[in-house]
């Protein structure tokens, strides 16, 4: 008997990438989690995006298996991880590069986001400013932004930034951690 998986993959974008990456990479049920760009026009790089002028946002591309984590949770991970009521910013990561968004490949993810969207609205006391676009390119990162937080621990923003998000991340859903 054949096992098959049932993948899904969603294009998020929640501030820095280094943060929503790294906070993907140890949950149960993904199984690859890719820094890079939508969002914008034209070719995408580190330094076009980093001008703001691009219309990119850093994004991660989430791959998961639905029979392992339920889409729900990682929806919900992901608006628990960054500030979707901040436009244009996370801290001090200021920039439309920055922006709180949800990158749908057809309609069954935009009716998976939607109420994801409303979901989050019931525990964040402003308005949502989550961007919600289709799809149209994603742009993979330079190497160098690929799982940074696991090659770069001692760095300062991964330790004061990172860190954080992933204990947060980590007490609300421990049950759908990764042993470490």
């Known amino acids: 008997m054949a096992y098959t998986r049932n993948m899904t993959s969603y294009v998020v974008g929640g501030g820095c990438f280094w943060c929503v990456d790294a906070v993907f990479r140890r949950i149960r049920g993904v199984t690859s989690s890719e820094t890079g760009y939508a969002g ?48 244009n910013r996370q801290g001090a990561d200021v920039g439309p590069q920055y922006r709180s968004a949800l990158f749908y490949t057809d309609d069954v993810q935009k009716e998976m986001f939607e109420p994801a969207i409303q979901r989050a609205q019931k525990i964040w006391h402003s308005p949502i400013v989550t961007e919600l676009a289709h799809l149209e390119t994603f742009f993979v990162a330079e190497e160098e932004h690929q799982d940074y937080f696991n090659k770069n621990p001692d760095a300062g923003y991964c330790s004061i930034v990172i860190a954080p998000k992933i204990t947060k991340a980590r007490q609300a859903y421990k049950q759908w951690y990764k042993e470490e």
């Open 40 to 87: 914008g026009k034209g070719p995408a790089n580190y330094y076009r995006v980093a001008t703001g002028t691009t219309g990119y946002a850093e994004t991660v591309r989430i791959t998961f298996d639905e029979t392992v984590i339920p889409a729900e949770i990682i929806l919900d991970i992901f608006f628990l991880i960054h500030d979707p009521t901040s436009l």
